[in-house]
Structures are given as C-alpha cells and as structure tokens.
C-alpha cells in the first residue's frame, strides 16, 4: 500500500513539475539591435513664382503675372527637403488660339534643404500677345503650373 501511495506521489509530483514548465513562458528573442531613424529624404516643390528679373539667389525680384513682348520670362522653382539627385523640369506653352510648346527645359538638383532653380526663356523678336503656361515636372511628375499673360 505504501508502494501505491508513493508512486501516487510521484506521479502528483511529476504532473505538477510538467504542468510548471509547460506553462513556463518561453523567453524572449534577444534584442535586435535597430538603425538610428533617419531623416526623411525626397524633395517637393514648395512654390513656383514668375517674374521679369531675379537677384543673384535666384529670387524673384520683379514678380509678374502678365509680361511685355520683350521680357525675359522666369520662372523660380522653390524645393524643400533632401535629395542626391532629382530632375526639374519646365515646359513653356503657349496656350492662345492654338496650343503650342515653345520650350522645354531641364535640370539636375541635389538640394541638401531649401533650395531655388531657375528657368527663363527670352527671345530675340517680341513675344506675340497671348496666354502662356509653365508646368514645372519633378522626376517625370507634374510639380505644379503657372499660367501668365504677354500684352502690349
């Protein structure tokens, strides 16, 4: 009888031992060691403002909207944020009667924060009198247009 009870015991006792490490929570995973976040990189375009003269920063010094026939046309693409190599592009159309595109430009920028470019058409005869637009294309997208005017 004492042999029954003794492996009644340890059976109790070795059903409690497996039902304590089986509930035993399994450790967890060392630590991963993670990268410093990073600042966000890419470039937007802020702003697109044109005129007939810009200053040595490439601002806008004589902001326009409706130009005479013999103005050089700028248009100054403000960007923010970080990028090692974008592509700005400007598409200059006249859009009166008859659409048409008289220009086309581009260029790389690696703005490390805010940053201007500019663009500029002129001609050696006047601009004939008109409604014109430049679509400002970041990487292939359209960043934004700005329509103007030529008048006499």
């Known amino acids: 009888m004492r042999a ?7 059976r109790l006792l070795l059903l409690g031992a497996l039902i304590v490490l089986g509930c035993k929570k399994p450790a967890p ?21 044109l005129g007939s003269q810009i200053g ?4 806008v010094t004589a902001p326009k909207s409706t130009f005479a026939p013999r103005d050089t046309i700028y248009a100054v693409i403000s960007t923010t944020g970080v990028a ?5 592009e400007a598409i200059w159309t006249y ?6 595109q ?20 002129a001609k050696a005869t006047a ?6 637009r430049v679509a400002i294309l970041l990487n292939g997208a ?11």
Do not use: C
């Not at 995973?29 to 403002?49: F, K, L, M, Y």
């Not at 090692?84 to 700005?88: E, I, P, R």
């Not at 220009?103 to 058409?121: K, L, Y």
């Open 4 to 10: 029954q009870r003794f492996n009644r015991g340890a």
């Open 29 to 49: 995973p060392p630590a991963q060691e993670t990268a410093a976040p990073t600042a966000p990189t890419g470039v937007t375009v802020a702003s697109i403002q």
């Open 56 to 59: 040595a920063d490439k601002s």
């Open 84 to 88: 090692t190599d974008a592509s700005l």
């Open 95 to 100: 859009v009166g009667s008859k659409e048409k």
């Open 102 to 121: 008289i220009n086309q430009a581009s260029q790389s920028i690696s703005p490390t924060g805010p940053a201007q470019s500019e663009f500029h058409i």
């Open 127 to 132: 601009w004939p009198e008109g409604k014109y």
């Open 142 to 152: 359209t960043a934004g247009t700005k329509d103007f005017e030529v008048k006499k």
